[in-house]
């Protein structure tokens, strides 16, 4: 399984962006594909996954309200529409392939995309 990440950047709080996932390399039925992020000197956390086949989606309670995760199965590709950004979701942002909540369900990464939001 191949994961490539895009679409990071820096924007001011309040702003919005789109960070992207392109997949390949299996078939994803059965399988989440998830946004993870990691803080500088913070441990790796989980922020919203969504299940290729139901498109069952399930968010961090931070992103709640404000980031929509969706895929496009056509292009085997997962978006993570961030809107109204605050600094601390400044982090590396990173896609992968599993199941659940939790890191531990996930085995399959992509190498990260930067996003930074200034104050």
């Known amino acids: 399984v191949q994961l490539q990440a895009s679409g990071g950047g820096l924007v001011q709080a309040g702003g919005s962006l789109r960070v992207s996932c392109a997949a390949s390399g299996r078939t994803f039925s059965g399988y989440a594909m998830a946004w993870f992020r990691q803080a500088p000197g913070k441990e790796r956390e989980f922020v919203a996954a969504i299940y290729w086949s139901s498109g069952m989606q399930y968010y961090e309670d931070s992103a709640k309200g404000r980031f929509t995760i969706s895929r496009d199965k056509t292009k085997n590709t997962v978006h993570l529409q961030m809107n109204s950004l605050k600094p601390e979701d400044t982090a590396v942002y990173f896609c992968?392939?599993?199941?659940?909540?939790?890191?531990?369900?996930?085995?399959?990464w992509g190498q990260g995309t930067q996003v930074t939001v200034s104050s």
């Open positions: 992968a392939v599993g199941t659940g909540t939790e890191r531990i369900g996930y085995d399959y």
